[in-house]
């Protein structure tokens, strides 16, 4: 009898750990021709932003989009306070659906805490709350997209939403593609964004 409950036992033990999640925060795959990239996405401190991320990414929105823009040190006004990160999105694929989704309220790294270093996921936006599908990876440490940084004239910043755990070489693979006028000839294909 006494087996009977350690059998039972163990076997609780087992599903309790295969149900479990894998990870502390969502994963999604970025696909590319170059390679994969592993994101988390920490939905429980930019909520809003990374919600409205998954639910993009759910939708297969993502999918057949590019990285299509590029911020190095060489090609931006010598004026300008530098950044360096690719970009992408729907813009070049699917402009219309973009402008059509409500902007996502804004959620600064001051509320967040999340600070845009190496590897951070980031929206794009014009004015505050504006943000929709465009993201972008951060290369190398960009404090100025923070809140109070140079980098937005409102210093407001971008709102980070992520941070890339594998393939940040594949993000430097992409950074080091030809590029004109802060656009990448050709921009560069993702072929799909799905959860892990």
Not at 171 to 182: A, M, S, T, W
Request: one cysteine or more.
């Amino acid at each position: 009898m006494q087996r009977w409950y350690y059998s039972i036992a163990l076997i609780a033990i087992i599903v309790i750990a295969c149900s479990s999640p894998k990870y502390k925060y969502p994963h999604v795959i970025i696909s590319t021709g170059f390679g994969d990239i592993e994101a988390e996405i920490y939905t429980d401190k930019a909520p809003k932003t990374a919600t409205a991320f998954l639910r993009y990414v759910d939708s297969g929105l993502y999918n057949r989009s590019y990285f299509y823009r590029i911020l190095s040190t060489d090609n931006q006004p010598s004026n300008a306070a530098k950044a360096k990160l690719i970009q992408g999105g729907i813009w070049k694929t699917a402009p219309s659906k973009s402008i059509a989704l409500p902007g996502i309220p804004h959620e600064t790294t001051q509320q967040t805490g999340i600070h845009h270093t190496d590897g951070i996921l980031s929206m794009a936006r014009q004015a505050p709350g504006t943000a929709t599908t465009e993201f972008f990876i951060c290369v190398g440490n960009q404090p100025g997209f923070d809140y109070g940084g140079e980098n937005n004239p409102d210093g407001q910043g971008y709102a980070a939403f992520g941070k890339v755990v594998k393939g940040m070489d594949v993000v430097r693979k992409i950074y080091d593609q030809p590029e004109e006028d802060q656009a990448f000839m050709p921009p560069v294909a993702i072929i799909s964004i799905k959860r892990l």
